[in-house]
């Protein structure tokens, strides 16, 4: 008999939250039914702000972080978009953390290093 290791892609579930609540939108990353990451968006209006991301300890360092970003870029890129870059992964120091939101676009403000922001682009997908 054949044995063989089957990884299932991981997926999205839109979670936003409740109608009242819909300009929040909360997404888990997915390998076969086990969360492995989240992303939290929040719909500000002028701007879509990234409230959280996270991707569980044990997956990280895999390109898990990098599809969830790609996966919201995808989503909203269209739109200004803005976190606060603070980690909470003492392995990840701040410094590398912005360089990782730099690979998406996103540059810290002159008046805040750790607000960043993503210029609207109107060449993204969504
Ligand atoms: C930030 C976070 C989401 C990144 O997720 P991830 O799945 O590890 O990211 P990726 O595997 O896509 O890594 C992308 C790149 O980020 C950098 N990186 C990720 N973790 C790193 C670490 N511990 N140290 C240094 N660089 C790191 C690397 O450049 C990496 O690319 P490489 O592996 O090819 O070198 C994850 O570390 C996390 O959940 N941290 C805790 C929560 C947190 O602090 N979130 C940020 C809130 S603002």
Redesign the pocket.
Known sequence: MNVYIKEIPPTFIDESIAPRDSHIHRFHLMKGEVKI?KIVVVDEKQSMYIQ????VKN??????????MEFAIEKYGKRKMS???????S???ES??K??YN?FGFKSRKDDQDFMERKADPYSKA
Not at 52 to 55: C, F, I, R, Y
Not at 59 to 68: D, H, N, S
Not at 83 to 89: G, P
């Open positions: 990451g959280e991301v996270d991707v997956q990280r360092r895999k390109g898990y972080g990098t599809m969830i976190l606060i870059s603070a980690s909470s992964d392995k990840f120091s590398k953390l360089k990782f690979k």
